[in-house]
Nanobody, 123 residues
Framework: VQLQASGGGLVEAGGSLRLSCAASGRTSSTRVMGWFRQAPGKERQFVAGIGWTAGMTVYADSVKGRFTISRDNAENTVYLQMNSLKPEDTAVYYC?????????????????WGQGTLVTVSS
């Protein structure tokens, strides 16, 4: 499975961005897609996850109500709509694909990772 993330950029606080993650290859082997982020000097953290079939979603508390994860099964693409962005959202955002929704918050549950896209939120 190959993942291509895009959509990052520079935005002012309060602004919005939409990230995309296009999946290709043996996507039928995956059951969940997730977004993680890593800020400079910090550990990678879970942001949001979505199941490919039922579309169940889960969010980190820090983004709940501001970010929305969605999927387009026909296009094998997952999106992360980010609204009301804050400077503390600045990070490299990674999309990932895994086999188990039950462990969606754990990065060790994901087998495939995209290259990352940088989101910078200015104050």
């Amino acid at each position: 499975v190959q993942l291509q993330a895009s959509g990052g950029g520079l935005v002012e606080a309060g602004g919005s961005l939409r990230l995309s993650c296009a999946a290709s290859g043996r996507t039928s082997s995956t059951r969940v897609m997730g977004w993680f982020r890593q800020a400079p000097g910090k550990e990678r953290q879970f942001v949001a996850g979505i199941g490919w079939t039922a579309g169940m979603t889960v969010y980190a508390d820090s983004v709940k109500g501001r970010f929305t994860i969605s999927r387009d099964n026909a296009e094998n693409t997952v999106y992360l709509q980010m609204n009301s962005l804050k400077p503390e959202d600045t990070a490299v955002y990674y999309c990932a694909a895994g086999a188990s929704f039950s462990r969606v918050r754990q990065d060790t549950a994901f087998n495939f990772w995209g290259q990352g896209t940088l989101v910078t939120v200015s104050s």
